[in-house]
């Protein structure tokens, strides 16, 4: 079992930044990746970011490329989103996951990928 926590939403001004951390504990040596989605009720889950925790490679979602950087502090297990020029349509509920399994390019950023998820933080941002 691997828990999960999510810190850093708020609300901000369109324009503004915020940096999201997940802190994982439990089974921790065996997590293979991490990924941030998000969620605005009425519509889907929505993948954001994801990281391969040993080799750091990252996946962004074209919606968020350029604007948020996901990465990862190895040796605490945290991980974090720093999230730039928010729109209003980056509006939404951020969840925290992570697998222990495999995955390479799309199934990393497929929900059903992964094992454990958070609670969520809540990031808006107004226009």
């Known amino acids: 079992q691997v828990q999960l926590a999510e810190s850093g939403g708020g609300v901000v001004q369109a324009g503004g930044s915020l940096k999201l951390s997940c802190a994982a504990s439990g089974r921790t040596s065996d997590i293979y990746a991490m990924a941030w989605f998000r969620q605005v009720p009425g519509r889907e889950r929505e993948f954001v970011a994801a990281?391969?925790?040993?080799?750091?490679?990252?996946y962004h979602a074209d919606s968020v490329k350029g604007r948020f950087t996901i990465s990862r502090h190895v040796f605490d297990y945290t991980m974090y989103l720093q999230m730039d020029s928010l729109k209003p349509e980056d509006t939404g509920l951020y969840y925290c996951t992570t697998t222990e399994k495999y995955c390479s390019g799309d199934e990393c950023s497929a929900g059903i990928s992964y094992d454990y998820w958070g609670q969520g933080t809540q990031v808006t941002v107004s226009s």
């Open positions: 990281i391969k925790w040993k080799s750091a490679d990252t």
